[in-house]
């Protein structure tokens, strides 16, 4: 085939060996290089003969006149069994008319057009051809032929499409989960999230209950939260966190467990083709819990009723034991304190006075000894993960039918969200049960009108501050230190219920701890204890023992 010079847009020179392009440098095929602008006509048929990319070059009306090499391999088609013949026997005859009538009418308006056909090998196979058509004018501006080239992207649009789907089933899956999700990336922005979540949203009336969450659970998982050195590949996950949400949307106090799973991506700029570089993402499931917690909390409050009924009892008895103890204690001290005197003053006269005194106090040493033996001992406390909240919510839910049968009122006034402190659950729910204790009775012995027993929580710095204040009479000021030490009583009455070891028992609780109580002096309503515990933190120590 003779490749005209107006088809390649150029010239040919005087003898016929070169073309005239404007811009190239060219070869001279006597002479040599660099004669300006020249470049020998079989470069360019070798050029183009020996492109990877199938091309085929045809009239106006697309019957093909040359097709180089890569075409035949491509289509199967020798240049004696396809030159003469119409691209159309290319077509597998599944195209859409529209595609054709597209391609033709912007390639009659002079126009390149690009885009994807289905063809049918010579033997019979079919795939993707993703072709470019542009037509080739002479010099009035007038369609003389079309050039065609394509490529078979059937494997590179089968990976595409698998991508998609993949990308689609995912998206369904966590679509139609009936866990919220949410992926972050480093800069905490929202990149993908799923219907539960986009509920989320509404239930809980936060704009963006992830950041919600994420700042609760920082809170909550202190020093496990922060990255770790540069050696790791990206930051650890954590699983199940429950994350205890106060009095946010209709519904209540709710409960959600929330995973979280870092991960990377590569970038997709140009700049990081050759020096990969990653992003750091955060897939975030927050699973609402509440329907399970809340019939967990049924069962567990009848537990706890039974158990904390078996554990006052025994705790009246210690007191009753350890008060009877204390009574006796006085009396042998003194006898004691006789004796020695006599045995100081060599007095032989009262000697059997002395003999008696020292059997008193034998028997009296064996009957402590006796007591001490019935003293029962309290198990040993398991130290875990407490949420204040919970624990607090509990006992109000024990002390509900006392609440009602004294007429008082709780005024429930919790952190939305409280970070965990290391406790015994049992002894924690015991000495807020004390307090509760305290405060009734103070509020039923004074008369009070307005019996009001508020309950609050907060979070001041590292520390998780509890306070329980009444309507009653409070202590007075010069009592305030005193109410902590043993056997002290403000209630006059003898044969009362209360032995002054309630306090004792409430501070020993706070100092196993690590914690701090004390009576706020500011409130004059009644009596105010604020009790603080320090936040949960990986290198906090708490040492539970009797
Ligand atoms: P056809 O009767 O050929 O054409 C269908 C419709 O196309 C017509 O109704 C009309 O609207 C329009 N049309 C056809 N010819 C003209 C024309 N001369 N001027 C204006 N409109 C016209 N097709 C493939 O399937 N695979 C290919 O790889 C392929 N490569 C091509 C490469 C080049 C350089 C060119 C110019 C065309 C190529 N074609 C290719 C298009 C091909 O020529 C056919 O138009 C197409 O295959 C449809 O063939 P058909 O027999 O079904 O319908």
Same mark, same amino acid.
């Given at each position: ?26 070869? #001279? ?17 070798? &050029?183009?003969?020996? &492109?990877?990319?199938?091309? /085929? ?44 009538? #597209? ?16 063809? @049918? ?61 949410v992926v972050l990336d480093n800069e905490n922005r929202i990149v993908?999230d ?9 239930? $809980?009336?936060?704009p963006e209950p992830a950041l919600f969450f994420m700042d &609760?659970l920082q ?6 939260w ?34 979280g799973?870092w ?16 992003k750091e993402y955060l897939?975030l ?32 008895? @210690? ?23 006599? &045995?100081?003053?060599? #007095? ?9 005194? /020292? ?43 006392? %609440? ?30 004390? $307090? ?21 929580? /907060? ?10 204040? #009444? ?8 009592? @305030? ?5 043993? %056997? ?5 009455? $003898?044969?009362?219920?209360? /032995? ?32 603080? %515990? ?13």
């Amino acid at each position: 085939m003779k490749t005209t010079p107006d088809l390649l847009n150029g010239e040919i020179d005087a003898d016929g060996m070169n073309i005239i392009v404007p811009g190239s440098v060219s070869v #001279d095929k006597k002479s040599g290089w660099n004669k300006g602008g020249r470049l020998p006509v079989s470069l360019f048929v070798a &050029a183009v003969e020996q &492109a990877p990319v199938a091309i /085929s070059i045809t009239d106006k009306k697309a019957n093909i006149l040359y097709v180089n090499k890569a075409f035949s391999k491509v289509t199967g088609y020798k240049p004696d069994e396809i030159l003469g013949e119409n691209e159309s026997k290319l077509s597998d005859k599944c195209t859409p008319r529209q595609v054709y009538y #597209d391609l033709w009418h912007t390639i009659s308006r002079k126009e390149v057009w690009h885009g994807c056909l289905i063809n @049918r090998r010579k033997q019979g196979e079919r795939y993707l051809a993703d072709l470019t058509i542009a037509p080739m004018l002479d010099e009035h501006g007038t369609i003389t032929h079309y050039i065609g080239m394509h490529r078979d992207v059937t494997q590179a649009h089968h990976a595409d499409q698998q991508v998609i789907n993949q990308k689609q089933l995912i998206e369904s899956v966590i679509n139609t989960s009936p866990v919220a999700m949410v992926v972050l990336d480093n800069e905490n922005r929202i990149v993908l999230d799923n219907q539960m979540y986009k509920m989320l949203i509404s239930e $809980l009336g936060h704009p963006e209950p992830a950041l919600f969450f994420m700042d &609760a659970l920082q809170l909550d998982m202190g020093d496990l939260w922060a990255r770790p050195d540069d050696s790791a590949q990206h930051r650890l996950g954590f699983n199940n966190r429950e994350i205890r949400v106060e009095g946010i949307g209709r519904r209540g106090t709710r409960w959600f467990s929330c995973s979280g799973n870092w991960f990377s991506e590569s970038d997709t700029d140009a700049d990081s083709f050759f020096s990969k570089q990653a992003k750091e993402y955060l897939l975030l499931s927050i699973n609402d819990i509440s329907l399970i917690r809340r019939q967990q909390e049924k069962i567990h409050i009848q537990a706890l009723n039974s158990l904390l009924a078996e554990e006052e009892h025994m705790r009246s008895i @210690r007191e009753t034991l350890l008060g009877a103890m204390h009574q006796i204690r006085q009396p042998l001290n003194q006898i004691n304190a006789a004796i020695q005197i006599m &045995a100081q003053r060599k #007095d032989t006269q009262n000697q059997p006075l002395k003999e008696l005194l /020292s059997q008193v106090q034998e028997m009296g040493e064996e009957t402590l000894a006796t007591l001490q033996r019935c003293v029962p001992e309290i198990p040993e406390a398991a130290v875990t993960s407490v949420n204040l909240n919970q624990l607090l919510h509990e006992v109000m839910l024990l002390y509900s039918q006392k %609440f009602l049968a004294n007429g008082v009122v709780v005024d429930w006034m919790p952190n939305p969200v409280l970070p965990s402190v290391l406790g015994a659950e049992n002894k924690l729910r015991m000495m807020f049960k004390q $307090l509760i204790d305290n405060a009734i009775n103070a509020m039923n012995r004074a008369g009070s009108n307005d019996r009001m027993i508020k309950i609050g929580t /907060s979070v001041e710095r590292d520390w998780v501050k509890v306070t329980v204040a #009444d309507t009653g009479p409070g202590i007075p000021v010069n009592h @305030r230190s005193k109410v902590f030490e043993p %056997f002290f009583t403000t209630q006059q009455t $003898l044969g009362s219920s209360q /032995s002054g070891m309630g306090l004792v028992m409430v501070r020993e609780i706070v100092n196993q701890h690590s914690g701090m109580i004390e009576i706020d002096p500011a409130y004059l309503a009644g009596c105010c204890f604020q009790i603080s %515990f320090p936040i949960k933190q990986s290198s906090t120590r708490v040492n539970i023992h009797e």
